[in-house]
Nanobody, 116 residues
Framework: QVQLVESGGGLVQAGGSLRLSCAASGSRFSLAIMGWYRQSQGKQRELVAI???????NYADSVKGRFTISRDNAKNTVYLQMNSLKLEDTAVYYCNGDFGWYGQYWGQGTQVTVSP
């Protein structure tokens, strides 16, 4: 069983920055594909960014050039640096870990609210 614990959400003004962190338990983090998803009210959960075990990344078009996903395998942690935040970035952000045969896991979510 893997536990994912997010932190770093909060209230920020438009144009500001936040950094989300997701700490994973267990010993297989370095092999996992890690991702950040978000869900805003009344909408489906959507992929924001993903990072493979190789460090290769992919982003939703809506956040390209503003958000950066990274990982620190020594700390079992994945990060999402969010810059130039917009009102439409307001959502609950979820960390996801795909551990292959060992399963897929979600964090509890962290609220990000962008104010005018």
């Amino acid at each position: 069983q893997v536990q994912l614990v997010e932190s770093g959400g909060g209230l920020v003004q438009a144009g500001g920055s936040l950094r989300l962190s997701c700490a994973a338990s267990g010993s297989r983090f370095s092999l996992a594909i890690m991702g950040w998803y978000r869900q805003s009210q009344g909408k489906q959960r959507e992929l924001v960014a993903i990072i493979a075990s190789t460090g290769s990344t992919n982003y939703a078009d809506s956040v390209k050039g503003r958000f950066t996903i990274s990982r620190d395998n020594a700390k079992n942690t994945v990060y999402l640096q969010m810059n130039s935040l917009k009102l439409e970035d307001t959502a609950v952000y979820y960390c996801n870990g795909d551990f292959g045969w060992y399963g897929q896991y979600w964090g509890q979510g962290t609220q990000v609210t962008v104010s005018p």
